[in-house]
C-alpha cells in the first residue's frame, strides 16, 4: 500500500473516529486499515491516534497530518484531472445526501442524463430527512431545505420552496374548510418534527408585516419523515404546511386541496452544502453545478 492510500485511509479512520466504520465506507478489512495507519505513525515517528476500548481520537499531531493530508489529497486529484478537457473523463465516487422528496420527484428522474455525461462517476445517494453530518459520514455535498447550522461547512444557496397549506378532499369533506384563522380552533393539524418527542410550533404564518406567527392546533399524528407528513394528509388525518413542488400531482388530480392561501409558512431555504477545502474535486463541482440547474424550476 503507497503512502497516498494510508493518507486516504488514515483521513476516513480521523473524520468517523473509527477503525471499523472506517473500514466498512472503504470496503477494506479492519485489520488493513489499522495496518496502514500504524505504518504512517512509523514512518512519521509520531503517533496520530489515541486508541481506546471506548474511542478513537486525534493527537495534536494527527491533527496536524489530518489538515496538510486533506489538502495535499485535494491537490494531488486536482492535478490529476488538470489535462483532462472532455468532461466526461470524470471518474471516482461520488457521496451525496438530499431528502427523500427531492431525491424521488427531482433529481434521480434526471440523473441518467448526469450518468450519461460522465459514465466514470460512480453515486452513493443517501435520501432521508435526518441531518447527516457530512463530515463524519464522508458525503461530497448535501442538499438542505430549511435554516443552517453548520458553520464549518460552505453553502452555496439555490433558492426557495414556497410552502402551502393543505388537506385532503376527504378531511374537508368531513370537516369543512378553513376560512379564517379562527376557523383552525375546530380543525386538526399533522405536526412535523425533526425529531420526535420536540414540539410543534403549530400552525404557521407570516402576517402582513412580515413576522412569522404560530396558531397552536390539536393533531392527533405527528411525524418526523416528509413522505409520512404527505401520507397522513392524504389519509386525511389533518391539515399539513409543506412545499408545493412535492405535492403537484396530488393537487392535480384533486386528492388533495389548498386551503387559507392567505397565510402561507414562511419560504423554505434549500442549499447545497459542503466541506471548506481548498480545492473542490471537479467531480463533486459538476455534480454541484447539475444539480443547481435541475432544481431550478423547483424554486422561487
Known sequence: MNKLEAMQIYLRVAELASFTQAADSLGLPKASVSSAVQQLEAQLGTRLLQRTTRKVQMTHDGQVFYERSRDLLADMEELQGLFQANPAALTGRLRVDMSDGIARNIVVPRLPEFLDAHPGLEIELSSTDRRVDLIREGFDCVLRVGA????????????????????????????GTPGTLADLAQHRLIHYVPSLGAKSAGFEYVDDDGALRCVPMAGALTVN???????GCLAGLGIIQSPGVGLREHLASGALVEVLPGYQAPP???????????????????????VAEVMRPALG
Open 148 to 175: 443552517l447550522s453548520d458553520s464549518s461547512l460552505i453553502a452555496r444557496p439555490l433558492g426557495h420552496y414556497r410552502q402551502i397549506n393543505v388537506a385532503s378532499r376527504t378531511y374537508l369533506a368531513e370537516h
Open 225 to 231: 419523515s416528509s413522505g409520512a407528513y404527505t401520507a
Open 268 to 290: 423554505l431555504a434549500v442549499s447545497l452544502l459542503y466541506a471548506n477545502r481548498r480545492h473542490l474535486p471537479k467531480r463533486v463541482q459538476a455534480f454541484m453545478a447539475w
